[in-house]
Nanobody, 124 residues
Framework: QVQLVESGGGLVQAGGSLRLSCAASGRDLFLYTMAWFRQALGKDLEFVAAIGWSGGGTYYEESVEDRFTISRDNAKNTVYLQMNSLKPEDTAVYYC?????????????????WGQGTQVTVSS
């Protein structure tokens, strides 16, 4: 397993930007797919975006793919989620997650490592 610590959440006005960070530690990080999920108050956990640690391939939930960008810095063992043109409906707790060897998955049950979450609030 890997250990994950998120940071970078906060309050922003609609149309603004935030960058979330997820610092990862553990062995064999290159084997993992890293993802961001989010959970709005009273709603189910939702997949947002993911990136393969070694190849850097990415995939997104449709509603964010033109506004959010996931990336990673191998030297810092950190994954980022750059969020632009934020909308009030993006308000949620954002979680970083990792799965070992299942690139392409959007299924939360396949992600075995999770961070503690960071709150993102977008005001209208």
């Amino acid at each position: 397993q890997v250990q994950l610590v998120e940071s970078g959440g906060g309050l922003v006005q609609a149309g603004g930007s935030l960058r979330l960070s997820c610092a990862a530690s553990g062995r064999d990080l290159f084997l993992y797919t890293m993802a961001w999920f989010r959970q709005a108050l009273g709603k189910d956990l939702e997949f947002v975006a993911a990136i393969g640690w070694s190849g850097g391939g990415t995939y997104y939930e449709e509603s964010v793919e033109d506004r959010f960008t996931i990336s990673r810095d191998n030297a810092k063992n950190t994954v980022y989620l750059q969020m632009n043109s934020l909308k009030p409906e993006d308000t949620a707790v954002y979680y970083c997650a990792a799965n070992r060897g299942i690139y392409g998955s959007r299924d939360q049950t396949q992600f075995g490592s999770w961070g503690q979450g960071t709150q993102v609030t977008v005001s209208s």
